[in-house]
């Protein structure tokens, strides 16, 4: 299965995602928002990734790159895992319509 994890820092993801939804997309995003509370933030992404099976493969978009959110996805790269920095509502609201409309050769 292939999967997409919206990560930001304070709740900027879930906002990307709120606006997705808002222009009519349907778009079954994982959403990490760090630092909303005292949660520390790598168990958060362990949380999501314990959620994906050894062959899925994971499109991480962040928002800031080297930023700390961005840096705790990193140990997670691999052969399945892929981290994109800098996300923004177009290359969301792509992703969407791709997902949706089959993405084989996007990875």
């Not at 493969?57 to 140990?75: C, H, M, R, W």
């Not at 892929?82 to 177009?90: D, I, S």
């Amino acid at each position: 299965m292939r999967h997409v994890v919206l990560a930001s820092h304070h709740r900027f993801a879930q906002g990307l995602l709120d606006t997705l939804e808002f222009l009519g997309a349907k778009c079954d995003f994982h959403v990490v928002c760090a630092y909303v509370d005292e949660r520390p933030l790598e168990p958060q992404v362990a949380a999501v990734f314990e959620q994906f099976g050894p062959d899925d493969e994971v499109l991480v978009l962040t928002d800031i790159l080297a930023g700390s959110v961005n840096q705790k996805f990193i140990p997670y790269v691999g052969r399945n895992v892929f981290v994109v920095a800098g996300v923004n509502v177009v290359l969301a609201m792509e992703l969407c319509h791709t997902i949706n409309t089959g993405w084989s050769t996007l990875l």
